[in-house]
């Protein structure tokens, strides 16, 4: 069965970085698609940035630029990188990973429990 756990979040002033890590347990082989989702109170959840198995990447509109998504691929632990912290980046952030295909929109197998990210103004 696998696992996701992450780590990494916080609270930092606006402006500010965080780096965000996702550790798979029980993976056997490389999964198809990770991805980053958050969801802020009172909010859908959404989908920030997905790297399928070759290493192609996609962004939400509102962290392009801002924000990078990586794989290490020895461990396949994957990572979010994010920059120029915003006051509406504050949400919970969930690692996912599928193994049928890349697209948060057609939904995801496997979820973490999430990591707080808090952005004061």
């Known amino acids: 069965q696998v696992q996701l756990v992450e780590s990494g979040g916080g609270s930092v002033q606006a402006g500010g970085s965080l780096r965000l890590s996702c550790e798979p347990y029980?993976?056997?082989?490389?999964?198809?698609?990770m991805a980053w989702f958050r969801q802020a109170p009172g909010n859908e959840r959404e989908g920030v940035a997905t790297?399928?198995?070759?290493?192609?990447?996609t962004y939400a509109d509102s962290v392009k630029g801002r924000f990078t998504i990586s794989q290490d691929n020895a461990k396949n632990t994957l990572y979010l990188q994010m920059n120029s912290l915003k006051p509406e980046d504050t949400a919970m952030y969930y690692c996912?990973?599928?193994?049928?295909?890349?697209?948060?929109?057609?939904?995801?197998?496997?979820w973490g429990k999430g990591t707080l990210v808090t952005i004061s103004s």
């Open positions: 996912a990973a599928d193994y049928r295909w890349c697209n948060y929109n057609r939904g995801m197998a496997y």
């Open positions: 029980g993976v056997t082989y490389r999964p198809t698609c």
């Open positions: 790297i399928d198995s070759v290493g192609t990447t």
